[in-house]
């Protein structure tokens, strides 16, 4: 079973920041916290990780909190392409760690 | 560009054959590799875990005879719907991890092959 909740959908206007929720509140301490998102008929991209400290790529921004039972993805100006479901995944990373993937969250930007 | 290609992309097949999807990993060798199913508006459903040069594991539920994995090589695991069947039409996608970027490895996906048995 995953190990995290989220939204069923949201919605954000072109432009604003996203800012995607997810509770893993029985993350083990070697777990780290990941990010992916589907658009309709790909496979999943993955777009950012961590473990405890907040972190920052191209793409979006993680901010995970202090106890790390729950974190943030924020997409910083958001974008029509940016309409997918995101994943959020709590996995540790040795070569044969398996993803479980929850129902995640349907984001929808409108312009 | 895509570390991770599967082929092919759609794949249309009468029920009762036999159809393999073959998964690569591009400019990096992966001893494991997974295998996902995703029916319409469904989350994706871990089916196996294909580990070069031994067998596959398998997720509890799914048929280890019917869905056959092999991964012979560093490069690539190709995954057999046998004797397919209507109910077996899905997308099926495959993943890897990168290791190359450091001690935690992105896991990169397919871009999915689209089974319809008819």
């Known amino acids: 079973d995953a190990k995290t909740t989220q939204p069923t959908s949201m919605d954000c206007a072109e432009g604003r920041a996203a800012n995607l929720p997810c509770n893993h509140s029985?993350?083990?301490?070697?777990?780290?916290v990941y990010w992916y998102r589907q658009i309709h008929s790909q496979g999943p991209q993955y777009i950012i990780h961590?473990?405890?400290n907040n972190e920052t790529n191209e793409m979006a921004s993680l901010i995970i909190t202090e106890d790390r039972k729950s974190s943030t993805l924020i997409l910083p100006h958001a974008t029509l392409r940016d309409t997918a479901v995101y994943y959020c995944?709590?996995?540790?990373?040795?070569?044969?760690?398996?993803?479980?993937f929850g129902q995640g969250t349907r984001l929808t930007i409108n312009p | 560009g895509a570390v991770v290609s599967q082929h092919p992309s759609r794949v249309i097949c009468k029920s009762g054959t036999s159809v393999k999807i073959e998964c690569r990993s591009l400019?990096?060798?992966?001893?494991?590799m997974f295998w996902y199913r995703q029916f319409p508006k469904q989350s994706l459903m871990l089916m196996a875990t294909?580990?070069?040069?031994?067998?596959?594991?398998?997720e509890q539920g799914v048929e280890k005879d019917k869905f056959l994995i092999n991964h012979a090589s560093l490069t690539l695991s190709t995954l057999t719907v046998t004797s397919a069947h209507p109910e077996d039409s899905s997308f099926y996608i495959c993943?890897?991890?990168?290791?190359?970027?450091?001690?935690?490895?992105?896991?990169?996906f397919g871009e999915g092959s689209r089974l319809t048995v008819l």
């Open positions: 993943s890897a991890r990168d290791w190359r970027g450091g001690n935690t490895g992105e896991l990169f």
């Open positions: 029985t993350i083990s301490g070697n777990e780290y």
């Open positions: 961590g473990l405890k």
């Open positions: 995944i709590v996995t540790g990373v040795q070569g044969a760690q398996k993803l479980v």
């Open positions: 400019d990096f060798q992966a001893t494991t």
């Open positions: 294909s580990n070069e040069g031994s067998k596959a594991t398998y």
